[in-house]
């Protein structure tokens, strides 16, 4: 088996209206994000891959049309938009290969969460 990932990133607006926090998560506000998707298999014979990284970056950018510039709270509407909900939209919106893991994370806050597929 081989891991093959491709990252994307993608500029998202949300807020957290039920933060027990309370302060500035509860009102709108955005975040620069990350995303990191990978997938594992046994490259084909002939071509050495898993799959073409032309379809990763299809799938990638497909994902990332749905998120960019949104407002996360729209996106997610059954679920809070946090990035484990986004980890696992992003999961559950990749149609490429087998996912088995997908890593979040806002580089300007130093922080984020990873999906991961129960083995």
């Keep these: 088996m081989i891991k093959l990932w491709r990252e994307f990133s993608f500029e998202a607006a949300h807020s957290l209206p039920d933060d027990r926090l309370g302060g500035p998560n509860a009102r709108i506000h955005g975040h620069s994000y990350k995303a990191r998707v990978t997938i594992v298999g046994t490259p084909d014979p002939e071509t050495k891959m898993i799959v073409h990284q032309d379809e990763m970056e ?3 950018e497909a994902v990332r049309f749905r998120l960019d510039h949104m407002n996360l709270n729209d996106v997610l509407a059954h679920t809070r938009p946090t990035m484990e909900a986004i980890a696992e939209f992003i999961a559950a919106s ?3 290969g087998n996912v088995v893991r997908v890593d ?3 580089p300007t806050c130093g922080d984020g969460a990873a999906w991961e597929r129960d083995q």
């Design 94 to 96: 990749f149609h490429v």
């Design 58 to 60: 299809r799938a990638c």
């Design 104 to 106: 979040v994370w806002r």
